[in-house]
C-alpha cells in the first residue's frame, strides 16, 4: 500500500525558513495537503492541493509537489508555528486516505 | 460558521462498543462528505473512515474494517461512529472532519473526543 515519509523533527531559527518534506513514490502525480496541529488542538488546513492556502494561512506558508517529494516551506518563521505537521494524500486507486507521519517542528 | 462538535467518547472494557457522534452546523451538511479521523495518544494521525453526503459512498481503513461503522443522519445534521469489538490500540481521540474537493482534504474539523478502551 501507498506510504508518506515525513521526517520526524525539524528545528529553525526565528526568521529562518523551514523546510518539511513528505516523501512518496511518484507523489508529484498526488494532490498532497497539509496540516498544523499544536498540542492540545485539533489539526488546521493550512496547504491543500499541494499549495493552495486556505483563508487566514499567513503567505509564509507554501507548497511544492514534484516527483517523489512534496515540500511545506514556512518562510520567516515564527515561534508560533511550533507544531507537528502533517502531509495526506487521497489514493484514488482505493479511495483511502493516507496520513504521513508527522514532523515537529521546533523554534530555536 | 461551521462548527463540528464531537460526543461519545469514554472508558469502555476491551471487547465493549461505542458510539460516536458529530453534531455539524453551519453549513449544508447533507452536501458534504465527512470524515473520522483517529489519533493514538502521543501519535500520528490516522484516517478510520469516510461517508459521502447521499450517503452512497463508504470506505474505510483496512485494519478497521468489520468492526467500525460510518452512518450519518442528514434530517439532524449528524455523522456517527459505531466502534465494537474495541481493542487497547483502540484509545485515541477521535475526530470528525469535513471533506474539500474531490482531493479529500479536511477543511473543518471537531475538537475531538476520547475513546480509551482498558479493563
Known amino acids: 500500500s501507498y506510504m508518506l515519509t515525513q521526517p520526524p523533527s525539524v528545528s529553525v531559527a526565528p526568521g529562518k525558513t523551514a523546510r518539511i518534506t513528505c516523501g512518496g513514490n511518484?507523489?508529484?502525480?498526488?494532490?498532497v495537503h497539509w496540516y498544523q496541529q499544536k498540542p492540545g488542538q485539533a489539526p488546521v488546513l493550512v496547504l491543500f492541493y499541494d499549495s493552495d492556502r486556505p483563508s487566514g494561512i499567513p503567505e509564509r506558508f507554501s507548497g511544492f509537489n514534484s516527483g517523489n517529494t512534496a515540500t511545506l516551506t514556512i518562510s520567516r518563521v515564527e515561534a508560533g508555528d511550533e507544531a507537528d505537521y502533517y502531509c495526506?494524500?487521497?489514493?484514488?486507486?482505493?479511495?483511502?486516505?493516507?496520513f504521513g507521519g508527522g514532523t515537529k517542528l521546533t523554534v530555536l | 460558521e461551521v462548527q463540528l462538535v464531537e460526543s461519545g467518547g469514554g472508558l469502555v472494557k476491551p471487547g465493549g462498543s461505542l458510539r460516536l457522534s458529530c453534531a455539524a452546523s453551519g453549513f449544508t451538511f447533507s452536501s458534504y462528505t465527512m470524515h473520522w479521523v483517529r489519533q493514538a495518544p502521543g501519535k500520528g494521525l490516522e484516517w478510520v473512515s469516510f461517508i459521502s453526503g447521499s450517503p452512497t459512498y463508504i470506505y474505510y481503513a483496512d485494519s478497521l474494517r468489520g468492526r467500525f461503522t460510518i452512518s450519518r443522519d442528514n434530517a439532524k445534521n449528524s455523522l456517527y461512529l459505531q466502534l465494537n469489538s474495541l481493542r487497547a490500540e483502540d484509545t485515541a481521540v477521535y475526530y470528525c472532519a469535513r471533506n474539500y474537493g474531490v482531493k479529500k482534504a479536511f477543511d473543518y474539523w471537531g475538537q475531538g473526543t476520547l475513546v480509551t478502551v482498558s479493563s
Open positions: 511518484n507523489i508529484g502525480s498526488y494532490s
Open positions: 495526506q494524500v487521497w489514493d484514488s486507486s482505493s479511495d483511502h486516505v493516507l
